[in-house]
């Protein structure tokens, strides 16, 4: 949220329609060994036919968020992380935020209203506009700062995480890496599973999972999952949303497939933009208080349809394509800064913002794969092409008196108020954005030790952005070549020794919401350089991982020295880290995953104006950006169909602000699971999070250097869940 104070104008969406929902989600863990000697049971039925096993690296897991051409993490010179959907949901991780964060290596979020509580950190980089999100493989280009879907992980067969550079694969925006949730697929075998649970501050959770045949070749998934509460804080801290996924797949012929699905996501998230600080701390008397107005509204509405056709018409030849729409309907109506004024003891309020986003993208994507031999050596080639149309319209309230209001209300005993009447949005600008890709990669196998990955990806999008006000108008070109180089040695079958070096570019701001202010800048570009070692040990029941890397990114937007109102994009930002994840299940009663990641982040070269003076920030910390990082998760199957669950998750300090003054200190949480396997088709499960009820700061806001307020996250709750398969 440190990002709101810029972004506030900036990061949003709007919206058209609303929806409900409640329910009572069971969370599922995997049963005692005992018991899984005993009868398959409910985790490993869930993802049967998935190729993906509910827990460990995965390391030997086809994996296509890393390489259009299905390697394995192991046959990949990157560092990837395959989380299993059934982790996350045997963990008690609800939301895709919460997954990747508290599973993935040296992953964190700054989830906030204003980026639709879609934002993430990743070796020293943060936002939107560097660790890139898909769902499918398909990328909802990011407009104002802001993403919103996908967010629940009911329907989620596995997240693919690639850290560092990935624009060879995806194009600008991926810096710091990508996510890629995938989804669950039609299924030829009956599939019927349920869930519910309730918790905490009224909270409620009802899920269904489906699918199964319908004739010899028509076969359908269907997903429905809502969640709502009242909320931690108050007033206004209630939410509620909805998450609904049905796909269709006919195999026309042994060699062709058709898969039709539609995605819908329905969110009214908390209304809550976070906590003033009361002489740099969180009061224990104001901390569940909510100080938005009571009309206060957010809406978020997000539909993706995809038509995906794969042929293979030989062993040695694969084409896919994938046409789609994607649209996005989001509002805001807030108050969205607080902040303690010394002065007169109260809680000064401002930036009353209405905005509203229209979203819509229509593309294809298509690429053919080819498998055989160039000079007597094995060879594996895919190349393709994505185009694509985003229209994106924005309304939003900046230029009236909402814009400016400025009230005060008492820290205890407040009346939250109303939003002004004559604050309210107006249409600002709209943008249609033109995109087309060229990519190929090749895989070229020296010998069953050694083998070489080279990409190659060029993109060349077009702006015309309109203001709607004034029907002044721009247009923008821009071209960005990105490429990558690896080589992986397996000195045996369980072991991988590999080095990468890729580039990669990032827009200045949001490509499609691109600003007048930074029409005539580059893209920004950047490098990395990587090392690594992964591998199995025991038959399997060890995996390890292990990378160091340095990235650099060139031609950040900085102001010339001498010359504050002007800027230049000469900036530079770097990061050098190592990263180590294992998973060890030596014992058939505890399990064992955990991940660290040490890293040194800085601004190497980078100057902003302040009051009229040019300041220097090289040397500093990049805002929103941890340099520790690390998750750990044990299991006890310690009785016949029972076991616990410990998962600790390790956030070092962040700051809110270019100097390093607004500091937001480092948290520690603990979560706990215990979960009674009734019989192989039904689980009964306690969660609790938080358990230490810790205070901490998802994200954070400051003024001249002093941070205003945080948003913090989850206090100590609990939930009672039960899942069935029928």
């Known amino acids: 949220m440190s990002s709101r104070s810029n972004s506030t104008r900036s990061g949003r969406a709007t919206l058209g329609a609303g929806l409900l929902l409640a329910d009572i989600v069971l969370v599922l863990a995997p049963p005692s060994a005992q018991a899984q000697d005993a009868a398959v049971t409910l985790d490993t ?46 963990r008690g991780q609800n939301t895709v935020a919460e997954a ?73 925006g ?93 969110q009214e998230p908390a209304r809550y933009w976070g906590t003033p600080l009361v002489n740099d701390r969180i009061l224990e008397s104001i901390r569940f208080n909510n100080y938005n107005v009571r009309d206060a509204k957010i809406f978020w509405t997000d539909n993706w349809t995809q038509l995906k056709t794969e042929w293979s018409p030989s062993a040695d030849i694969t084409v896919r394509n994938t046409a789609y729409r994607l649209q996005s309907r989001r509002q805001w109506l807030d108050v969205e800064q607080y902040a303690f004024n010394r002065s ?33 050596f094995r060879n594996a080639f895919v190349a393709g092409f994505d185009v694509n149309h985003i229209a994106f319209r924005h309304t939003n309230n900046f230029s009236t008196e909402g814009g400016g209001l400025v009230t005060s209300v008492d820290p205890f005993a407040y009346d939250p108020g109303l939003f002004p009447k004559n604050g309210r949005a107006s249409p600002a600008y709209a943008t249609s954005t033109n995109q087309a890709s ?52 397996a000195p045996t079958p369980d072991l991988s020794l590999y080095a990468q070096y ?22 920004s570009t950047g490098e990395q350089v990587e090392v690594g070692a992964k591998g199995l040990a025991f038959g399997g029941l060890a995996e390890w991982t292990l990378a160091g890397y340095r990235i650099v990114k060139d031609n950040l937007v900085s102001i010339v020295p001498g010359q504050p109102t002007v800027s230049t994009q000469v900036g530079r930002q770097s990061s050098l880290g190592v990263e180590a994840a294992v998973s060890l ?108 009820d810790t205070v901490y700061a998802i994200s954070g806001n400051a003024v001249n250097g002093v941070g205003t307020n945080w948003l913090l996250g989850r206090p100590r709750s609990f939930e009672v869940a039960y899942s069935v398969r029928f």
């Open 45 to 90: 039925l869930s993802v049967a036919g998935s190729g993906v096993a509910p827990v460990g690296l995965n390391l030997r897991t086809v994996d296509r968020g890393a390489s259009r051409l299905g390697l394995t993490p192991l046959e990949t010179p990157a560092s990837v992380d395959v989380i299993a959907g059934e982790t996350t949901r045997l």
């Open 100 to 172: 990747v964060t508290q599973n993935a290596t040296g992953i964190t979020t700054i989830a906030a209203p204003g980026n639709g509580n879609g934002a993430f950190t990743a070796r020293g980089f943060a936002g939107p506009n560097s660790i890139q999100q898909l769902y499918d493989g398909t990328r909802l280009y990011v407009g104002a700062g802001t993403v919103t879907f996908p967010f629940d992980t009911w329907n989620v067969e596995r997240i693919e995480v690639l850290r560092g550079p990935a624009s060879v694969l995806y194009g600008d």
């Open 174 to 266: 991926a810096i710091g890496g990508v996510i890629n949730v995938v989804t669950k697929k039609p299924v030829f075998t009956p599939l019927n599973e349920a869930r519910a649970a309730v918790g905490s501050d009224g909270l409620a959770r009802l899920a269904l999972d489906s699918g199964g045949p319908i004739g010899e070749a028509l076969a359908y998934r269907f997903n429905i999952s809502g969640n709502r509460s009242s909320g931690w804080m108050q007033p206004e801290g209630d939410f509620r949303n909805l998450a609904v996924s049905g796909a269709l797949t006919l195999q026309a012929a042994p060699d062709l497939a058709f898969t039709l699905s539609h995605d819908l996501g329905y």
């Open 344 to 376: 007169t003891g109260r809680i000064d309020r401002s930036d009353y913002i209405e905005i509203y986003h229209q979203q819509e993208q229509v593309g294809n994507r298509f690429d053919a794969t080819f498998r055989g031999s160039v000079f007597g």
């Open 438 to 489: 060229v990519f190929a990669e090749n895989r070229l196998i020296l010998s069953d030790q050694l083998s070489l990955l080279t990409g190659v990806r060029f993109d060349a999008p077009t702006l015309n952005r309109r203001n709607l006000v004034t029907g002044a108008t721009f247009d923008r070109d821009f071209q960005a070549l990105s490429y990558r180089f690896g080589a992986v040695y």
């Open 502 to 523: 890729a580039t990669a570019t990032d827009p200045v701001g949001s490509l499609i919401t691109l600003s007048q202010s930074l029409a005539n800048f580059d893209l």
């Open 585 to 692: 299940h030596l014992f058939d009663a505890w399990r064992i995953d955990a991940n660290v990641a040490l890293l040194h982040a800085q601004y190497d070269d980078f100057n902003q104006a302040v009051a009229g003076t040019v300041v220097s920030y090289a040397g500093r910390q990049p805002i929103d950006v941890p340099e520790r990082i690390a998750n750990l998760w044990v299991n006890w199957a310690f009785a016949p169909a029972w076991e616990a669950r410990l998962g600790v998750q390790y956030v070092g300090e962040t700051f809110s602000d270019f100097g390093n003054t607004a500091r937001r200190p480092d948290y520690t949480l603990l979560n706990a699971g215990l979960d009674y396997q009734v019989d192989p088709a039904s689980r009964l499960s306690l969660r609790a999070y938080n358990l230490a």
